[in-house]
């Protein structure tokens, strides 16, 4: 059955676990956490980053999760905890759930880039 955004996204954010900027904030003192910003590089480019984090814009996230893709990016590992984030929540539901379904069992939604910062959680140029 065709479903809308809105459907797709209260679905997303029904098993993707969200955080808040504190929780996040706690979960990134440990070294096995693996932060992604799906935002497009050109947000990132205006905005900068969270610091560490690995930007995989939302279009490529399931190539560079896939162990048998050749765009694959060995940051991924099933092992770690990763913190999913965008510009405000909606991408990155949408990405952990597709990283569930992928097989990845330690999957959090942080929410917007904007709210994070100004919780204090570090960030740095794109650059």
Request: hydrophobic letters at 40%; one cysteine or more.
């Amino acid at each position: 059955m065709p479903q809308n955004v809105k459907q797709m996204l209260a679905e997303a954010n029904a098993v993707v676990p969200k955080l808040s900027p504190a929780e996040a904030a706690e979960k990134l003192r440990s070294s096995e956490v693996l932060v992604v910003d799906v935002r497009d590089p050109t947000e990132v480019q205006q905005t900068g980053k969270l610091k560490g984090a690995l930007n995989v814009s939302r279009g490529m996230l399931e190539f560079r999760a896939d162990p048998e893709s050749p765009y694959y990016n060995p940051a991924f590992n099933k092992d770690k905890t990763i913190l999913l984030h965008c510009a405000s929540g909606g991408r990155s539901a949408l990405a952990g759930k597709a990283l569930q379904e992928m097989g990845y069992t330690k999957v959090f939604n942080i929410g917007g880039f904007k709210e994070l910062a100004e919780a204090g959680i570090e960030a740095e140029s794109a650059t």
